[in-house]
């Protein structure tokens, strides 16, 4: 629930519509009460027109396993949220590589291609990445990670900051432990390239303020 209610501050991206005051403003009504002596005073707006859309990449698999329930209750939480225009899940292991996976269970074929996905996924959508981003070196370095063919996978990373200029990183492991657990060379590359924040309701929250910046 408090995921679900983090993800409602995305709607501060929708546009008003031209119409009545119908729709309810928790923020202005509880200031109103607030100096109105604690005696109840609504406060409507103008509706909004949805126009949020969400690209949730997930890397699964692997030493995600151990977070699985905690990024299913994101997951939960954000299909659930009914706050966004279009949303948009797919999954990676470890890294991104030639394909996107259309389900948790990364199988060759359940795939698209991954510039697929940046040609027709326009640069409004905002990108979240969650993943502990802990890699053998080679996974993010070496061209095509274990596979070794297509680009250099750092490259794929830096491809999706230039298409989409809303992108954060979630990560389930401890911020303290960022910069000495296994994958701490990784983890602290991928930081450099997108805003990284912890896995919990207080990071989600930083990171959707990130995301609010405009």
């Known amino acids: 629930r408090q ?7 995305l709607r501060q ?10 729709e309810l ?11 109105n002596a604690g005696m109840l005073k609504l406060v409507f707006d103008k509706p909004r027109k949805n126009t949020v859309k969400v690209l949730l990449l997930i890397d699964s698999d692997g030493s995600m ?5 905690l990024c299913n209750r994101l997951f939960q939480a954000v299909s659930q949220a009914n ?9 990676f292991h470890n890294c991104i590589y030639d394909h996107l996976y259309t389900t948790p269970y990364c199988k060759r074929g359940e795939w698209v291609e991954t510039d697929w996905v940046l ?24 061209k095509g990670g274990n596979s070794f063919i297509g680009l250099w996978n750092e490259d794929w990373l830096k491809k999706f900051k230039r298409r989409y200029k809303k992108c954060i990183w979630l990560n389930p492991i401890e911020k303290i432990s960022w910069d000495w657990t296994y994958g701490s060379k990784t983890i602290n590359a991928i930081k450099d390239v997108f805003p ?19």
């Open 25 to 35: 403003d928790i923020d202005a009504t509880i200031d109103e009460t607030c100096e």
């Open 13 to 22: 991206f929708s546009s008003k519509v031209e119409a009545q005051k119908t």
């Open 119 to 142: 040609r027709n996924l326009d640069s409004e959508y905002k990108v979240i990445f969650v993943g502990d981003a802990a890699m053998a070196p080679s996974e993010l370095y070496k």
């Open 3 to 9: 995921f679900q209610m983090a993800f409602r501050k």
């Open 83 to 91: 706050h966004f225009k279009d949303l948009k899940v797919y999954y």
């Open 196 to 214: 990284m924040f912890e896995l919990t309701l207080d990071g989600l929250e930083a990171g959707i303020k990130k995301l609010l910046v405009r």
């Open 65 to 69: 396993l151990m977070y699985s329930k």
